[in-house]
């Protein structure tokens, strides 16, 4: 009985073994691609055999997606959590500056103008106007970018999908949601509250330097009402005719100017009062150019020649002598008629003449110049030809005056301004460094005798 069992069992394995045999049934393990779910066809490639269904190959896409935009979320999170660090860091920096100006108060006016001369935000404007500006547009920028990250941030991807397949957003949870609200609101806070401290600060500024403005426009109101003062103290002489005019040096610039034009004319005196040493020669006293003539009268001493007297650029030479460096008085009279002209010297008559160019009448419109000889109408000076020394009470008639008129102006007992020139402060302008002075030339010619 127990061998027909003992046989019974080793036909029924036998013939399991050989059935196995014959199908060559076996278990093959293949490698799952990382990411994919246990349980998926794969073949030995690694490539899926075959799909599940349509829906779960567009849920596979959209948690793909889903997961690409959690990246680029995550990096703009950490793109504004930069701005924030940045915008904290000049915040702090604002801060900063703002304790300072604070104990510069307590050091006074001028140490509080210095330290708002700093540029106390490194990479923001020194303007005050518009650093709140810069800030502004900062804050209103840096609001949206949050903003538009909460909208984004509040939303996370989920698994679940819709009857269509489209995956489904959940909110986050309302702490989380809170958090960033809070964050948002006390950034927004704290860049109004350093807005509000620079609009003061800037109030400030203004107030002060409208302030610091005005004081100096008092100032500078007061320096121009000194200088005018002082330039009128030394014009204002004791009689608009007590005055002189310097002409140091020899040079083609320094030189006076008479503002008066000459009307045509038939006959003229002109006296003056010269004190020169210069040698050789005392240069040009004076000269007056018309267009087309820069030699209409010349009054020269020029190298070792006598005085000249030159009328439409003919000459005469004069017997004159006034280079002994003292104060003497001379006239000039000359007409048309038979072109005659007298020199006088002290109120005396030194020289006469005629035939310097008769019948010719002084052209009107010319220019009167102290001190140089004009080659053109106005300018181009010779520095050879420049008078050096004193001169004053430069007159001129428009006929010939009497000799007794002559000496009552040289021993100072007439007073008789030229009724064509007269020499008065407001006809008389100097440049180069020619100056006026105060002088009473009876009195210092008196001192001098």
Known sequence: MLTLVFGLLYLVSGRTVSSQDVTGSRFVCNAIPPGAEPGCGYGPTGNRVQSSSPVEDELRNTIIQLRETILQQKETIVSQQGTIKELNSKLARCEASADEMAQGKSRGQGSRRKEYGKNTMGDLPRDPGETIDQLGKTMQTLKGRLENLEQQSLRLPSTNSSAGGASALTPLPPELRELLRQRLGALETQLLRKVAELEEEKSQLYNETAAHRQRTETALNSLMERIAELEKSNNAFKSPEDFKVSLPLRTNYLYGRIKKSLPEMYAFTVCMWLKSSASPGIGTPFSYGVPG????????????????????????????????????????????????????????????????APWHPIKP???????????????????????????????????????????????????????????????????????????????????DS
């Not at 420049?386 to 000799?403: H, I, K, T, Y």
């Open 365 to 447: 419109g010319g220019v009167i110049i102290l001190g140089q000889e004009q080659d053109i109408v106005g300018g181009r000076f010779d520095a050879t030809q420049a008078f050096v020394g004193e001169l004053s009470q430069f007159n001129m008639w428009d006929r010939v005056l009497r000799p007794v008129d002559i000496m009552g102006l040289a021993n100072c007992s007439a007073y008789m301004p030229g009724n064509v020139v007269p020499w008065i402060d407001a006809n008389v302008e100097v440049f180069g460094g020619a100056s006026k002075a105060a002088l009473e030339i009876c009195e210092d010619r008196a001192f």
């Open 293 to 356: 003539q820069a030699n209409e009268i010349v009054l020269i001493e020029w190298g070792n020649n006598p005085i000249e007297l030159l009328v439409n650029d003919k000459v005469a030479q004069l017997p004159l002598s006034v280079s002994d460096g003292r104060w003497h008085h001379i006239c000039i009279t000359w007409t048309t008629r038979d072109g005659f002209w007298e020199a006088y010297q002290d109120g005396e008559r030194l020289g006469t003449g005629d035939n310097l």
